[in-house]
């Protein structure tokens, strides 16, 4: 089975930009969570969704949104793009949304740098 | 809030001795623990899960870790350590609140050497 796949993998914009990410989640599963990782704050929680819906936020400014398809494909926008959001950003599914026995599988990242 | 530590930004270790590398938790209620494996340029990689049971969990590439539930702590451990098992480790709590929201450390730089 394919693992958790991110397209693209290297991403350079500048200042002021937008930026849109793209999340295909292991065959059959349905919930796909997003983490951000930078060196100085570690991996954070961006947004997950499951069935097109918004489950759970973390603590990001608007900037970040995200969405889902019906197919489960997952993408992450972030608009007027700061230095600051320059990280690895990470895709994860799970087969379901409800049981905690479910493992949460990563994908290889997208690695943005904002000039 | 939940919450993990890694008390240890790297840990050093000769090929062939056992490792150990640290986390505590807090969190209310049931912790659900992971341990994920991330190599240079890569994303995270499973290697094991405590949910309920056993304390002593089994994983991928011969890892396993101990949950304590007196101490708080879920450490992971090999018998004997790889060059290859050189990479950056994270402890990870799932969030209790019904979400699937993954709460991670700061990782730890495992160097093992010849």
């Known amino acids: 089975k394919a693992g958790v796949t991110q397209t693209p993998r290297y991403l350079i914009k500048t200042r002021g930009q937008q930026v849109t990410l793209s999340c295909s989640p292991i065959?059959?599963?349905?919930?796909v969570s997003w983490y951000q990782q930078t060196p100085g704050q570690g991996l954070q929680f961006l947004f997950e969704?499951?069935?097109?819906?918004?489950?759970n936020k973390g603590n990001f400014p608007g900037r970040f949104s995200g969405r889902q398809f019906s197919n489960s494909r997952s993408e992450m926008n972030v608009s007027t793009l700061e230095l600051g959001d320059s990280a690895l950003y990470l895709c994860?599914?799970?087969?379901?949304?409800?049981?905690?026995?479910?493992?949460?599988?990563f994908g290889p990242g997208t690695r943005l740098t904002v000039l | 809030a939940q919450s993990v530590a890694q008390p240890e930004d790297q840990v050093n270790v000769a090929e062939g001795n056992p490792l150990t590398v640290k986390c505590t938790y807090s969190?209310?209620?049931?912790?659900?623990l992971f341990w994920y494996v991330q190599y240079p340029n890569r994303g995270l990689q499973f290697l094991l899960k405590?949910?309920?049971?056993?304390?002593l969990v089994k994983g991928s590439y011969g890892f396993e870790a101990e949950f304590n539930k007196s101490q708080t702590s879920f450490h992971l451990k090999k018998p004997s350590a790889l060059v290859s098992d050189s990479a950056l480790y994270f402890c990870?709590?799932?969030?209790?609140?019904?979400?699937?929201?993954?709460?991670f450390g700061t990782g730890t730089q495992l160097k093992v050497e010849l």
């Open positions: 065959s059959g599963h349905r919930s």
């Open positions: 405590y949910i309920t049971g056993d304390n």
């Open positions: 969704y499951f069935s097109e819906t918004q489950r």
């Open positions: 969190v209310s209620g049931n912790p659900y």
């Open positions: 990870a709590v799932r969030d209790t609140g019904g979400g699937n929201k993954l709460t």
């Open positions: 994860a599914s799970r087969q379901t949304s409800a049981s905690a026995r479910d493992t949460q599988y």
